[in-house]
T-cell receptor, first 110, second 112 residues
Framework: GQQLNQSPQSMFIQEGEDVSMNCTSS?????WLWYKQEPGEGPVLLIA?????ELTSNGRLTAQFGITRKDSFLNISASIPSDVGIYFC??????????FGIGTKLQVIP | GAGVSQSPSNKVTEKGKDVELRCDPI?????LYWYRQRLGQGLEFLIY????????KSGLPSDRFSAERTGESVSTLTIQRTQQEDSAVYLC??????????FGEGSRLTVL
């Protein structure tokens, strides 16, 4: 299957700072999804991207579908303590195939 | 309910016993996925169902693992002769065809 490289794997940031994480691949994806998982819960969908070059915001979150269709990034502005969690990217390819990144663990220091 | 429902939320079993985990997808979602998540790790694909098509079982780690789904309804993941290495959270997700995956809360399995 397609491989996704998600980075960084973990981040420690001060409250109020902006955060950026990304997923890259050597393969092309049709759709990119970004999820957040908090302890003891399932991943929750944050943003979905359907077209190359698409830039979408959801509150303080902004994500982009790379123009080459091989990458995507997620930015969080002005981080707050409740942003803590693990963020996963996921890419759709082929016939309803989906691959998940390994996750970025975010810690916010108040 | 409106979301994906999984049961049990927690299961503790003894090594060698069989376990069944259940997933109720969102109504109208034709696709259903099972993933395994070991502590501190990412999502490991297990199996995918799409409508009445043959399931994609390529992620099942051994023949002790099996899953069933009748039509577009409930799915059951069965692990036979459980081993300690099977301890993990088992996540179920459903989607419309080609749509975003929506996850349940997961079933946490502990094998003693």
């Amino acid at each position: 299957g397609q491989q996704l490289n998600q980075s960084p794997q973990s981040m420690f940031i001060q409250e109020g700072e902006d955060v950026s994480m990304n997923c890259t691949s050597s393969s092309i994806f049709n759709t990119w999804l970004w999820y957040k998982q908090e302890p003891g819960e399932g991943p929750v969908l944050l943003i979905a991207l359907y077209k190359a070059g698409e830039l979408t915001s959801n509150g303080r979150l902004t994500a982009q579908f790379g123009i080459t269709r091989k990458d995507s990034f997620l930015n969080i502005s002005a981080s707050i303590p409740s942003d803590v969690g693990i963020y996963f990217c996921a890419g759709f390819w082929g016939y309803q195939k989906v691959t998940f990144g390994i996750g970025t663990k975010l810690q916010v220091i108040p | 309910g409106a979301g994906v429902s999984q049961s049990p939320s927690n299961k503790v079993t003894e090594k060698g016993k069989d376990v069944e985990l259940r997933c109720d997808p969102i109504s109208g979602h034709t696709a259903l996925y099972w993933y395994r998540q070991r502590l501190g790790q990412g999502l490991e694909f297990l199996i995918y169902f799409q409508g009445n098509s043959a399931p994609d079982k390529s992620g099942l780690p051994s023949d002790r693992f099996s899953a069933e789904r009748t039509g577009e309804s409930v799915s059951t993941l069965t692990i036979q002769r459980t081993q300690q290495e099977d301890s993990a959270v088992y996540l179920c997700a459903s989607s419309r065809f080609g749509g975003e995956l929506f996850f349940g809360e997961g079933s946490r399995l502990t094998v003693l």
